[in-house]
Every structure is written in structure tokens, then in C-alpha cells.
């Protein structure tokens, strides 16, 4: 274990304990969102057929052209024809609709038409003019968007290879949560069943299971026996702190968990922890303030599942610090800001246990160690920005 890591070597130990899940075959209608497990290549010639970019006549030759209806033109032939229709054999051109004119079965240029016009293959799309057989549609790794659905169904697949999503299990710990109406003094409504779920799927995981557990030991160590092993990641939430009403360190610990993070240098969200347990599922316990869970989420889950899913951690980009923000003497700052032209400003309401500046934020300033003035610096943009 790795006493107390920087923010950024905390991400890294994160990513380097995940390895990417199997892959599983699931049908375009399943695919949006997933991540490419193989490349997806063409099952045939796009278009597969030369058809017609207008609508108007398929011509053979110099005009005036004879309507034919034929689908096989000699010179000086001519058949109607409506965009993406089969362009018949011996076409030479199309003739677009607003530049002919059909009297007494013979098409003939209207004055607007330029002479000679159609050209050889005007308004003639031929086949495989947007991908060859075999040629790759979509690379390995990338992120399936609605174009590229319909980019694999143009190359004649119905499914494709995904890399399985991982599976989440929350256990969320408090006795002071409450789940619905007005909190009491010492009572807090409970943000994290709607948030957490929300942003781990919108990292390419899923929740597939919620459990509460009372602030014991005991039920602590209860609650996680209780889900089970059919999840490939353990968010354990509150309970990570050192007070008396703190177990989860020790609940992880009866329970073999070997620890890979035991705390992170960063404000807010440093009692983040990562366990590896025993049968080899990872565990990440994030603090029980909203804004510092969130914080310590984008530390360690956020990478955590990219090595899961086979993929590369999101990266920093370079931005500047629009007012001098001092940070922590020992520790990575983490400030939710707005982006705005590769400028940061930071929000307003910043404390670990705040959620409004991070609802209105964009990305997250990352401070080093130490007072710095406004200029150069980065950020992590959120997730779901």
C-alpha cells in the first residue's frame, strides 16, 4: 500500500489495479454507450450498388434522350431515376429533375442546363465510394454513438463485440440518512442513490444492486457480505473517517481487504480509500460529505473503471486559473469551476459538504500543493460535461 499517495499517483494505482473485463457480442439496439471491443469492418461495398445522387433521369450519351423505362440503357436512352435508386447499366449520367424537360416521350435540356450537361458520372454515386469490403468502420476501443449504429448497419452488421460493463454494488452507510421529506436536525436527505448511480453509468459502469447498512461494525461487515460476488466493483459510502462511528476501514479489514489507497493528499475527499478483496473484486469507500465523495469518485472510480474497460483515463487539459486560488500546504486542491475559452473560474460553494458549485461546474480546477498565484494550471472536466 502506497501511504497517503498524491492525487495524481492515487488516480494511477487506480487505474494500474484494473483490468479490462470479456467482451460480449450484443445487438446494435444494446450497443449505444458501450466501448468497442474489435475493430467493426465492412461486410460489403457502401453504397454496394452505384445509384443516383438526384432525383431526375439516368441518360446514356448526348441528348435529346428517348424514355426508355428500361433498366439497361443504350445511347441516347433515358429512364427516370429518384435519388439513391439503381443506376441502370450504360448510364452515363443523371439529369438532374430541374434541368429537363419531357414532351412527346423525348427528354431534352431546359435553358437553365449547361451544355453537355449530364457530365460522365455526374450525379452518379458509385459503389463502394464510402468503404470498401473489409475496410475498418469503426476502430477498436471507441465509444458507440447514434452515427455509428447506423454506420454498422450500413456495413451489414446486426451486432457487435462490446467490452462487458462492469458491474457496481453500492453500500451506503449513515444513520442519519434519510430518504424522503424534510430532514430533521441530525438528519441529511440522501444524495448519493441518485447521483452516484447517474455518474457511474455515465462511465461506462452500471449499479446493479443498493444495500444500506446501520453504523456498526457489525452491519458494516454484514452489508458487505450481503451482495454477494457478482459485481466487479464495491462503492461503499460514508464511514471512512477515524471517529468511533467511522467502520468501514475495519469492516474491510475483517474481511481480508488488502488496501491499495488508504487515504489521498487532496481536499476535499482525502479519507478515500481502495481495497482489493480477497476474491480479487475491488472495493473504492468514499467519504460521507457529497462533495468530497464526488471528488474522491473522479480520484479513484473514475480511472478505476477506464482500466476496466480496457481504456485510456481521461486526461488534464492545460486551462488558466481566471483568480489566484490558494492551495492546501500539503495536499492536492480540488475546485469545482466553469470552463469557459480554456479559462477557469471557480464556483461559489465549495465546501466538501456543498453540491451547488459542483451542479453549476463544468470541470474541476486541480490545485498542487502550495499557494499559486492565477496562470497556468489544469483541470479534469466532468464526466458528464
Given at each position: ?148 449504429l447506423a454506420?454498422?448497419?450500413?456495413g451489414g ?50 449499479v446493479v ?177
Amino acid at each position: 500500500m502506497t501511504a497517503r499517495p498524491s492525487w495524481a499517483s492515487a488516480r494511477e494505482i487506480a487505474r494500474d489495479a484494473a483490468h479490462a473485463l470479456a467482451t460480449e457480442e450484443v445487438r446494435l439496439a444494446d450497443a449505444l454507450g458501450r466501448r468497442l471491443a474489435t475493430d467493426v469492418t465492412s461486410a460489403q461495398d457502401i453504397p454496394h450498388y452505384a445509384s443516383s445522387a438526384m432525383d431526375g433521369w439516368a441518360v446514356a450519351g448526348p441528348g435529346p434522350w428517348r424514355l426508355t423505362g428500361s433498366q439497361h440503357l443504350d445511347d441516347g436512352g433515358a429512364t427516370v431515376i429518384a435519388t439513391g435508386g439503381v443506376v441502370p447499366a450504360g448510364t452515363t449520367g443523371v439529369l438532374r429533375r430541374e434541368f429537363g424537360s419531357v414532351e412527346a416521350g423525348l427528354l431534352r435540356r431546359t435553358a437553365d442546363a449547361a451544355e453537355g450537361e449530364p457530365g460522365p458520372g455526374t450525379h452518379v454515386r458509385p459503389a463502394g465510394t464510402e468503404a470498401a469490403t473489409g475496410d475498418v468502420l469503426i476502430t477498436a476501443g471507441t465509444v458507440i454513438n447514434p452515427v455509428h449504429l447506423a454506420v454498422a448497419a450500413a456495413g451489414g452488421h446486426d451486432s457487435v463485440s462490446v467490452v462487458t460493463r462492469p458491474r457496481v454494488a453500492l453500500v451506503l452507510t449513515g444513520d442519519e440518512v434519510v430518504d424522503t421529506g424534510l430532514p430533521l436536525p441530525g438528519q441529511v436527505r440522501d444524495s448519493f442513490r441518485y447521483q452516484l448511480p447517474a455518474i457511474i453509468d455515465g462511465l461506462g459502469a452500471r449499479v446493479v444492486s443498493t444495500v444500506r447498512a446501520r453504523d456498526t461494525l457489525a452491519d458494516t461487515v454484514a452489508a458487505l457480505g450481503r451482495i454477494g460476488a457478482a459485481h466487479d466493483l464495491v462503492v461503499i459510502t460514508g464511514g471512512t473517517g477515524l471517529s468511533d462511528a467511522d467502520h468501514v476501514r475495519a469492516a474491510l479489514g475483517e474481511l481480508g481487504a488488502t488496501f491499495l489507497v488508504d487515504s489521498v493528499a487532496m481536499r476535499p475527499g482525502s479519507p478515500s480509500m481502495l481495497a482489493r478483496l480477497p476474491d480479487g473484486r475491488l472495493a473504492v469507500a468514499l467519504p460521507g460529505n457529497p462533495l468530497a465523495a464526488v471528488m474522491g469518485l473522479l480520484t479513484l472510480i473514475d480511472p478505476l473503471i477506464a482500466g476496466l474497460l480496457g481504456a485510456p483515463p481521461r486526461e488534464l487539459m492545460e486551462v488558466r486559473s481566471a483568480q489566484p486560488v490558494r492551495g492546501h500546504p500539503t495536499a492536492t486542491l480540488l475546485a469545482p469551476c466553469v470552463l469557459v475559452g480554456g479559462v477557469a473560474e471557480t464556483t461559489q460553494w465549495r465546501g466538501s459538504g456543498m453540491l451547488r458549485g459542483l451542479a453549476d461546474a463544468t470541470a474541476v480546477l486541480v490545485v498542487p500543493p502550495g499557494n499559486r498565484e492565477s496562470g497556468s494550471t489544469y483541470a479534469l472536466p466532468l464526466p458528464w460535461c
